[in-house]
T-cell receptor, first 111, second 115 residues
Framework: RKEVEQDPGPFNVPEGATVAFNCTYS??????FFWYRQDCRKEPKLLMSVYSSGNEDGRFTAQLNRASQYISLLIRDSKLSDSATYLCVVLASNSGYALNFGKGTSLLVTP | EAQVTQNPRYLITVTGKKLTVTCSQNMNHEYMSWYRQDPGLGLRQIYY???????DKGDVPEGYKVSRKEKRNFPLILESPSPNQTSLYFCASSLWAAGNSYEQYFGPGTRLTVT
């Protein structure tokens, strides 16, 4: 299985800032893409799935570029409560159906 | 309430003493998996199962066994634990259809220490 790579972080941003996370995947057979959020010492929770046409959920926008094998997450108007680790997750189907997680990018939003 | 439960939540054991971590989900999900999370390495998939009696290796299966005799349960077995298996373990489940996995629901985690 191939790797999923994310920006190393950490990202320290002030409240109200816009921040973007990037993720690249190397398996061209990847077919499902997700962003998860994980708070310290807690279980990951789905933030949003990523669709080919791009999708938006409030302050969060996800983009997928299959040609470049690249996924992004944009957070606008950052809140203190957005502080967490963001995980990029990819499902590839050419070697079973295992899920690949990126190592995560840590975000700290400061007052 | 839809949930994934894991037991125990915390466990300290000694090298070589067989242990089982249970995982159960009440959402009738087909896909279940186990992950371990270590600092600097992120979440790595140990084993997954796409349905009853169907299991497959993930990234780091060595030293672990699983079984899927019932749809709701997916126990993780460490036959002879070693200190390098000290980690935070998560069980997760999701729907599975047409070769696609959907939202993974994670259990609360099991913190295992092997001395």
């Amino acid at each position: 299985r191939k790797e999923v790579e994310q920006d190393p972080g950490p990202f320290n941003v002030p409240e109200g800032a816009t921040v973007a996370f990037n993720c690249t995947y190397s398996n061209s057979a990847s077919q499902s893409f997700f962003w998860y959020r994980q708070d310290c010492r807690k279980e990951p929770k789905l933030l949003m799935s990523v669709y080919s046409s791009g999708n938006e959920d409030g302050r969060f926008t996800a983009q997928l570029n299959r040609a470049s094998q690249y996924i992004s997450l944009l957070i606008r108007d950052s809140k203190l409560s957005d502080s967490a680790t963001y995980l990029c997750v990819v499902l590839a189907s050419n070697s079973g159906y295992a899920l690949n997680f990126g190592k995560g990018t840590s975000l700290l939003v400061t007052p | 309430e839809a949930q994934v439960t894991q037991n125990p939540r915390y466990l300290i054991t000694v090298t070589g003493k067989k242990l089982t971590v249970t995982c159960s989900q009440n959402m009738n999900h087909e896909y279940m998996s186990w992950y371990r999370q270590d600092p600097g390495l992120g979440l790595r998939q140990i084993y997954y199962s796409m349905n009853v009696e169907v299991t497959d290796k993930g990234d780091v299966p060595e030293g672990y066994k699983v079984s899927r005799k019932e749809k709701r349960n997916f126990p993780l077995i460490l036959e002879s634990p070693s200190p390098n298996q000290t980690s935070l373990y998560f069980c997760a489940s999701s729907l599975w259809a047409a070769g696609n996995s959907y939202e993974q629901y994670f259990g609360p985690g099991t913190r295992l220490t092997v001395t």
